[in-house]
């Protein structure tokens, strides 16, 4: 099973911040939090990822919560072309990702 | 770029059939996976291999097996090729070590079992 919780679905309008949140209560001290994405029809892409301290790259922000027990993925300045399926993924050693439902998010013009 | 290439985007089978999927990865990675997907189930792992000739059941192992003779090619076969095992399979591959920069994944074969 998963060890992560994500809501199944949102709407973000073209052009602001998209933030998706993300509940890892059960996360391990070693465990590292990961985000993809999939693109309809294609393999997940890696987005991002972190352990403690915030992250951000060329694609996103990753935002995670003192306790580490959740996380929120942000997408600075949303497009059509980020509509996709997110996934919020927690392992240890790249061994061992399960992929959850993910997060459907829609931008809209 | 850094890639995995999965032979074939599309493959149509008959029941019954021996079914190869093969996936080759140019990053020398030590871990490689595949994956099903199908809608309303998400992503589900079948196996995955930490090395050559290694290799561990994921959360869906039944009707397939894995082959790993060398360290950039992961073959999933289904032995007797059932309609049940229509999906999209996705490989992927990774460092072993935790925090690296996570899977790369190839863009899938959609087979068909008629």
């Known amino acids: 099973d998963a060890k992560t919780t994500q809501p199944p679905s949102m709407d973000c309008a073209e052009g602001r911040a998209a933030n998706l949140p993300c509940n890892h209560s059960t996360i391990s001290g070693n465990e590292y939090v990961y985000w993809y994405r999939q693109i309809h029809s294609q393999g997940p892409q890696y987005i991002i990822h972190g352990l403690k301290n915030n992250e951000t790259n060329e694609m996103a922000s990753l935002i995670i919560t003192e306790d580490r027990k959740s996380s929120t993925l942000i997408l600075p300045h949303a497009t059509l072309r980020d509509t996709a399926v997110y996934y919020c993924i927690v392992d240890y050693n790249n061994n061992d990702m399960r992929f959850g439902a993910g997060t459907r998010l829609t931008v809209k013009p | 770029d850094v890639k995995v290439t999965q032979s074939s985007r599309y493959l149509v089978k008959r029941t019954g059939e021996k079914v190869f999927l093969e996936c080759v990865q140019d990053?020398?990675?030590?871990?490689m996976f595949w994956y099903r997907q199908d809608p309303g189930l998400g992503l589900r792992l079948i196996y995955f291999s930490y090395d050559v000739k290694m290799k561990e059941k994921g959360d869906i192992p039944e009707g397939y097996s894995v082959s790993r003779e060398k360290k950039e090619r992961f073959s999933l076969i289904l032995e007797s090729a059932s309609t049940n095992q229509t999906s999209m399979y996705l490989c992927?591959?990774?460092?072993?070590?935790?925090?690296?920069?996570?899977?790369?994944f190839g863009s899938g074969t959609r087979l068909t079992v008629v």
């Open positions: 992927a591959s990774s460092f072993v070590v935790g925090g690296s920069y996570g899977y790369t």
């Open positions: 990053m020398d990675h030590e871990n």
